[in-house]
């Protein structure tokens, strides 16, 4: 199966397509990890990308393209590939069409991660990476415990970095761009009906179960709030065909009531934890900026 999974920074779409990709015997592909693979290996894709990298440009999106359609080719992604992190924008999605037509493998779904903006500041906030073993715990939500705060790499307990993008600071400006270029993408694929959309907040295990379902097709993948919407529209449609005035109005207001509390609350606490968190996370970015 053919997946791509799209989300916000912080819906846990890295670890879903991880759990995936074991559980289905398919690849993961991450533009990160292949653009960092082909760097190493020093392949002629690889040697483009670390000029611009070095140079500080974007690695663009042909670069990118060539790399999918290399690592595409392996026999491993024969039965299937889960890409995560790519598509991120209109044009991509449309380049990255393009290239799955041409190979004969077009995506069989696209799963939405659905999480709350507040929830996401919070889970970036407490993520970390041990600089060791790579793993990526949540100091909020999945602290090292057990057996797993034994780092398989030290023996010790792992060594706990924060991204240098993680911070409070950046994270709104992620979401904000992920709201203004990688959100059009839901319409993209839906109008393709490949689009499946889950509630990707919870337990990891619970989520998991959701997207499993998700691409059985099973109803119950369908959020309740979707599911409202869709029988809703379902409802709607018989009676009339086009909305009326009043309807869209009321619809447009009701969306616009939901979603400004939402954009002021994540500001608010953005502002509030920054304080709050400032000491500590200083001592940490020194930390981090030896290492990174
Ligand atoms: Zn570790």
Redesign the pocket.
């Known amino acids: 199966m053919r997946i791509v999974l799209l989300g916000a920074p912080g819906s846990g779409k890295g670890t879903q397509a991880h759990r995936l990709a074991e559980s289905r015997g398919i690849p993961q592909i991450s533009t990160g990890d292949l653009l960092r693979a082909a760097v190493t290996r020093g392949t002629p894709l690889g040697l483009q990308a670390k000029a611009a990298m070095e140079s500080g440009a974007l690695v663009d999106d042909a670069l990118v393209l060539g790399m999918i359609r290399e690592r595409l080719a392996d026999p491993d992604a024969r039965a299937g590939f889960i890409l995560d992190g790519f598509p991120r924008n209109l044009v991509q999605a449309a380049a990255l069409d393009g290239l799955l037509a041409e190979l004969g493998q077009p995506l069989d779904a696209v799963v939405q991660f659905e999480v709350a903006n507040d929830e996401l500041v919070r889970r970036i906030s407490g993520r970390r990476t041990?600089?060791?073993?790579?793993?990526v715990f949540n100091v909020l939500t999945s602290p090292p415990s057990g057996a797993a705060a034994v780092?398989?790499?030290?023996g010790a307990a792992?060594?706990l970095m924060q991204r240098a993008d993680d911070n409070e600071v950046t994270v709104a400006e992620r979401l904000r761009v992920y709201a203004q270029k990688t959100r059009p993408l839901t319409e993209f694929y839906r109008k393709r009906g490949i689009l499946r959309v889950i509630n990707a907040e919870g337990p990891v295990d619970a989520v998991a179960q959701r997207l499993a379902d998700a691409l059985t097709g099973a109803p119950a993948a369908t959020p309740a709030a979707a599911r409202v919407r869709k029988s809703a529209a379902k409802r709607a449609r018989p009676k009339s065909a086009a909305p009326t005035k009043a309807r869209r109005g009321r619809a447009a207001r009701s969306t616009a009531r939901r979603a400004k509390p939402a954009r002021k609350a994540v500001r608010v606490r953005t502002a509030r934890k920054k304080r709050a968190a400032a000491p500590r996370r200083r001592k940490s970015g020194a930390r981090r900026g030896t290492r990174r």
């Open positions: 041990c600089a060791d073993c790579g793993r780092c398989p790499r030290t792992h060594r």
